[in-house]
């Protein structure tokens, strides 16, 4: 069982920076890869970036590539660095968790409540 806690979320202008951070609890958090998505009113879940078990590895949406930054400690946090951030960034942010590198929702099977991170023009 993996438990995870979005936090970091919040009102930023265009251009600015936030940075999301998920707390997971759990013994096997260390064996699961994690992974960011988001989703925006009327609109499907989409996925944002993923980071493997050991941190060396990682994937953006083409939309993110560039400007957000996934990390991990390994210990229970992973991170989301997100700068020069647009109005098309406004959405609630999960984070995530799955047994393996996937870009589709669908592999992850642990989920967190959402953190909202609006975008102001």
């Known amino acids: 069982q993996v438990q995870l806690v979005e936090s970091g979320g919040g009102l930023v202008q265009a251009g600015g920076s936030l940075r999301l951070s998920c707390a997971a609890s759990g013994r096997t958090f260390s064996r699961h890869v994690m992974g960011w998505f988001r989703q925006a009113p009327g609109k499907e879940r989409e996925f944002v970036a993923t980071?493997?078990?050991?941190?060396?590895?990682s994937r953006y949406a083409d939309s993110v590539k560039g400007r957000f930054t996934i990390s991990r400690d390994n210990a229970s946090t992973v991170s989301l660095q997100m700068n020069s951030l647009t109005p098309e960034d406004t959405a609630l942010y999960f984070c995530?968790?799955?047994?393996?590198?996937?870009?589709?929702?669908?592999?992850?099977?642990?989920w967190g409540q959402g953190t909202q991170v609006t975008v102001s023009s």
């Open positions: 995530a968790a799955a047994p393996l590198l996937s870009m589709r929702a669908r592999e992850y099977n642990y």
């Open positions: 980071i493997g078990w050991t941190g060396s590895l």
